[in-house]
């Protein structure tokens, strides 16, 4: 089961302000944990939303709104998805994470499988497994 844990922003986030050394030096021991356990598919912090847009959509078109955005406990600002046995191991993950102030919240990635039934015949599926053979073979060339 993939899972995205998703690290909401805060106000010193949204400033711009970079980790300490110290930080960095305990993200880089938890990234290396959560790659020596295998279960690392990707992970990233994300640029204030001072740098950000939002698209809506309604139904007669979208609209863009340039960041900042000022509902900071709506904003990430970073993720890390893993790839565990479970939902009770994907949050002992999150538990695990070294931040003294903040908050994570852990979402499961849908699989093809969830959306079966709006599949019947497969052919849905199929298509997009041919994208995802795409991405992966541009990751690796």
Known sequence: MRFMMLVKAT????????PTEAELTEMGKYNEELVKAGILLAGEGLH??????RVTFSKTGNTVTDGPFSETKELVSGFW????KSREEAIAWARRVPFKDGQVEIRQVASAEDFAPS???????????????????????
């Open 119 to 141: 599949d019947p015949t497969g052919e849905l599926r199929a298509k997009e497994d041919a994208l995802r053979a795409q991405v992966e073979a541009k990751a690796k060339a």
């Open 48 to 53: 204030p939303s001072s740098k950000g847009a």
């Open 11 to 18: 106000p010193d986030s949204e400033t711009g302000r970079l």
């Open 81 to 84: 998805i893993i790839e565990v």
